[in-house]
């Protein structure tokens, strides 16, 4: 076996491996014995035809490709162990030659190389955010929201109430939508069941019976029902309004374990604040790792992008699935397939790879020691959390390998740390009012549309 190797873009390797003939021969013969037994061949008992009839059978050149299937993997193996390549993945191998010798090209994937540039006067800076009165009062009201009653409305409807009516209906002169007591919120400018359907109901009291005509716009998105016109028949039953609670101590008391409607504020306060604080910290690091990124020469396969779009398919939570979880059907119907959807993740997989590759190497470079007793306090910290779940997560932390799983976030927190004192970037402070420690609030959804 003869091996040559070159270099690639991307951290790739290419292994142009020639194969002796002694040892094609032996691959031959191997071919031979597997395909004579599954092969029967007139005037032979089951794996009895000698090699040279069954050959001139079956054509050599189908006992060749045999022979290279049962070949190439185990050569590929050993040409890496030969040129101490270490494989990412699986390789794309490519026949390049069958006479006098079989010759094989093998293009794999390896360990990307990363060359940190000088990061010593990068300088980033966190942004001071202030906690302002409008935001807390805007999380105030969404807790009102929440908590809202819906009570009969004796007036004509309007919108953002809750209106319950019978409803037949035609599409394009076919049965459309046809039942009793449906349950909508008149939210104007909303688009189902067709666009203007809301706002037909809008002056409707209970009791009233309304016809009407509906079109989709010309340039709506789904090109089949461009035009297409509805017909509805609505008997308006029921019209309740919305009724907040007023910002009292009994409205805190509702939301949760607040005695007065100042503690459940300043609890808001000092989420807010802790949010902002979190957001401003991983915008920190965002900034400091692109920077780094931006100084380094980084050469890393695809492959790893690859990897990383498919991780974050899987993991998107707003990726329309049909009820075993697929998206291949329900994007079909889109217009679209999973491989031209999964671009859309390109940009942000490249940045997550880069941020993690730099990362690694800076970890690689610094010797950060996280002992068991730090290991321990933050596992401590998590069942602290955890509420109900603590015994389920005291047992998942119960292995050598999530233990070491905490230990190896811990260090790059650490690292983290670190690099925002290296390059300039002193913790801002967080402005905010009224910011008193108090127990998360408890929150209740709002009623959902019946039809």
Known sequence: ???????????????????????????????????VARTPIPGFRPGKAPRQHFERY????????EAIDIMVPEVYTKALEEQNVEPLGQPDIEVTQLEPNVAFKATVAVKPTITLGDFSKLSVTRQASEVTGEKVAEVIQNLRE???????????????????????????????????????????????????FAEALVGMKAGDTKIFDLA?????????????????????????????PEESDDFA?????????????????????????????????????????????????????????????????????????????????????????????????TKRVVRSLVLQELRDQETTEIG?????????????????????????FDSDERRESVRSSLVSRKLMDNLIERVGAPVAAVAAKEAKPAPRPRRRREPADAT
């Open 146 to 196: 929440r908590n809202a009653v819906w009570e009969p409305a004796d007036r004509p409807a309007q919108f953002n109430d809750m209106t319950t009516f019978d409803v037949e209906s035609t599409f394009d002169g076919q049965p459309y939508v046809t039942q009793k007591g449906a349950g909508f919120t008149l939210t104007e400018g909303r688009a189902d069941p067709i666009p203007g």
């Open 58 to 65: 079956i054509g050599r050149a189908r006992l060749l490709q």
């Open 372 to 396: 068991d007793d730090e290991v321990q306090a933050e596992i401590d910290k998590v069942l602290a959390e955890a509420g109900e779940q603590t015994e389920e997560l005291r047992q998942w």
């Open 253 to 349: 008391k509702t939301v949760g374990d607040y005695e007065t409607f100042a503690a459940l504020k300043e609890k808001v306060t000092n989420d807010l604040k802790e949010a902002l604080e979190r957001e401003a910290q991983n915008s920190l690091e965002v900034q400091i790792l692109d920077g780094i990124a931006e100084l380094s020469e980084l050469d890393y396969p695809d492959l790893l992008i690859d990897h990383e779009m498919d991780h974050m398919m899987e993991d998107d939570r707003t990726l329309p699935r049909d009820p075993q979880g697929r998206v291949d059907e329900v994007l079909k119907l889109l217009g679209t397939t999973a491989e031209e959807f999964r671009e859309r993740y390109r940009d942000e997989a």
């Open 1 to 35: 076996m003869k091996v040559s190797t070159e270099k690639l873009e991307k951290s790739r390797i290419a292994l142009d491996v020639e194969i002796e003939p002694e040892q094609l021969e032996k691959s031959m013969d191997r071919a031979y014995r597997r395909l």
């Open 216 to 244: 989709y716009p010309d340039d709506w998105d789904e090109e089949t029902v461009r035009g297409k016109v509805a017909n509805f028949t609505i008997t308006m039953t029921d019209i309740k309004e919305k009724r907040l």
